[in-house]
């Protein structure tokens, strides 16, 4: 047992040992301390680092009743392939709590079977939020590819890609988008997408056995906004136009169509193929985002959700 002064790699073991024996052994701190040979306070402390250092993460196996029944519902209203409902949490103001464990749950069932899979991925903070719960694996079989462009207006990489950040934890090869997310002008997309690079990952990732993405909202705080990627005049013109949401930068209105023209002529991400045969899963929740969720599952943009019950509840109203 590591003792005062030992080094911080030391004590994170240490905090690892006590995780698994209290989370998944099932002792008390009490064992615990004795166990490890250190006082109770100790043993305490270890096990919240554990926690805080993400070291153990803790996910809901037990069905819960309402939320399995929403999923039902909306899968049949819907006709959708996957569904998910998680409990909602009436103090918290996240928009990705609950919904980004269970989108890692379902990463990493995909991730540790044997058969070789093409993973295409999305961006934006609910995926970041999914792929950052997901644990150390060893999965060279498979392939990960991004969907969307990891370079901002600025010319730095993008805060929310997700693709290095997955690919590091679970050692697959990856396939990142070396362009922005929404060109200058119609001809610098052209060219964009003849480079042989980019057309590489196009084809990989229209061709990818399973896709996930995030459904973003076009209130005042679109994503698409606050990043920089369009002007304000750019949004106005997209929701007076009567765009509701985007999905990897495609604006699409209520019935879930694609705009024709605006920022869709210069978007350089892979498009989201209405009624795919391949599985699209959206991965959302909350109030602002309700009308884009609505409208992805009525346009088929997407074929497969993972949501919280009061999303579900409002989508079925």
């Known amino acids: 047992m590591a003792r005062n002064g030992d080094s911080d790699g030391s004590r994170l073991d240490d905090a690892a040992r006590a995780g698994w024996l209290y989370y998944v052994a099932g002792n008390t701190q009490d064992e615990i301390a004795q166990k490890l040979n250190i006082s ?17 993460k803790v996910r809901l ?9 929403l999923a039902e519902v909306l899968t049949k209203r819907y006709d ?15 928009i990705v709590v609950g ?10 069932r995909i991730l540790r079977a044997p058969t070789p899979t093409v993973l295409a991925l999305g961006t934006g903070r609910t995926i970041r939020a999914s792929v950052d719960q997901l644990p150390p694996m060893d999965c060279p079989q498979h392939k990960i590819v991004s969907l969307v462009g990891n370079i901002t207006p600025d010319g730095s990489a993008s805060f929310y890609d ?6 590091d934890t679970v050692k697959a090869p990856h396939f990142p988008m070396p362009v922005p997310v929404v060109a200058s ?12 690079p980019v057309k590489h990952v196009c084809e990989l990732a229209k061709h990818a056995d399973v896709t996930m993405v995030g459904i973003g909202e076009l209130g005042d705080q679109a ?15 997209l929701r007076k136009a009567g765009a509701v949401g985007e999905i990897v930068g495609w604006a699409f209105d209520r019935d879930g169509q694609i705009l024709k023209g605006f920022t869709n002529e210069r978007v350089v991400s892979v498009p989201i193929r209405n009624a795919s045969p391949n599985t699209v899963i959206g991965v959302a929740m909350g109030p602002s985002k309700l009308p884009a969720i609505r409208a992805a599952l009525v346009g088929q943009l997407v074929r497969a959700l993972i949501t919280d019950e009061n999303t579900a509840t409002a989508l079925l109203a």
């Open 40 to 56: 109770r306070q100790t043993a305490q402390r270890l096990v919240a680092l554990a926690i805080t250092e993400k070291l153990i």
């Open 61 to 69: 196996d037990h069905p819960i009743a309402s939320c399995m029944a």
């Open 80 to 94: 959708l392939k996957y569904c998910d409902v998680v409990p909602s949490d009436p103090n918290s103001t996240s």
């Open 99 to 108: 919904i980004a464990e269970a989108a890692a749950a379902y990463l990493e």
């Open 162 to 167: 997700v693709i290095t950040k997955i690919s």
């Open 185 to 196: 002008t119609i001809e610098e997309k052209t060219v964009l997408l003849k480079l042989k």
């Open 223 to 237: 994503p698409l906004f606050v990043d920089g990627f369009i002007t304000r005049d750019e949004l106005r013109a």
